[in-house]
């Protein structure tokens, strides 16, 4: 159960386009949300900061989420994994890559390019910090420094909401709830304290 408790949608109108911008991209409003908008300007700061590291750039938009469920999994946090598996369905991702994510290594399902990527998800996400110069390395064979910019800027948004979410205790809502326990279950994926 959270620690602290999310205000109501419906008496957040002033806010109701900004919850709209979640409904048409995930399908659903994260509860997380809610609860941040107890600080409406941090609220909008963060949704400004979010849109533009998943609308800009040219990373391939189906590899950010992927990049955060690696993050979010090193970190810990169950509610941005499943999240994120909810986002890169929504991007076209297959259920398959999805839940074969953390097996990137040796997978088939997953390009040198992603590997390199998802490496430096892994690395930068635990603590201390465990990326090397052969990560950027490897990085720089695939992707160019404006690039490595977009997916350390993915890694480090999931640092926040990683840290927010599992401080937080955020209850998962259903969608990302479901999408866990059906494309996430040989992960050993589960709720854990964000189990509403």
């Known amino acids: ?35 941040m908008a107890r600080r409406p300007e941090i609220l909008r700061a963060f949704s400004d ?11 391939p938009t189906y590899l950010k989420p992927l990049v955060a469920m690696v993050a979010s999994t090193a970190a810990g946090c169950r509610y941005c994994h499943a999240h994120e598996a909810v986002d890169a369905r929504m991007r076209g991702v297959p259920d ?20 390199a990527a998802l490496r430096f998800a892994l690395a930068a996400s635990v603590a201390p910090n465990a990326v090397t110069a052969e990560d950027f390395a490897q990085l720089r064979k ?16 999931f640092g926040f909401l990683n840290r927010w979410n599992d401080t937080m205790a955020t209850d998962l809502e259903e969608i990302p709830a479901t999408v866990g326990r059906t494309v996430l279950a040989d992960s050993s994926w589960e709720p854990g304290k964000h189990a509403s």
């Not at 806010?15 to 994260?30: G, I, K, N, V």
């Not at 997916?151 to 480090?156: K, R």
């Open 96 to 115: 398959t890559k999805i839940a074969a994510v953390w097996e990137f290594e040796a997978s088939p399902l997953f390009t040198d390019a992603e590997r």
């Open 1 to 35: 159960m959270t620690h602290v408790q999310p205000l109501q949608r419906q008496d957040l109108p002033e806010l109701e386009e900004l919850f709209q911008l979640y409904d048409a991209t995930l399908s659903f409003c994260p509860n997380s949300l809610y609860t």
């Open 49 to 59: 900061l979010i849109t533009q590291i998943w609308r800009t750039g040219t990373v």
């Open 142 to 157: 695939h992707w160019d420094d404006g690039q490595i910019v977009e997916i350390l800027a993915v890694i480090s948004l």
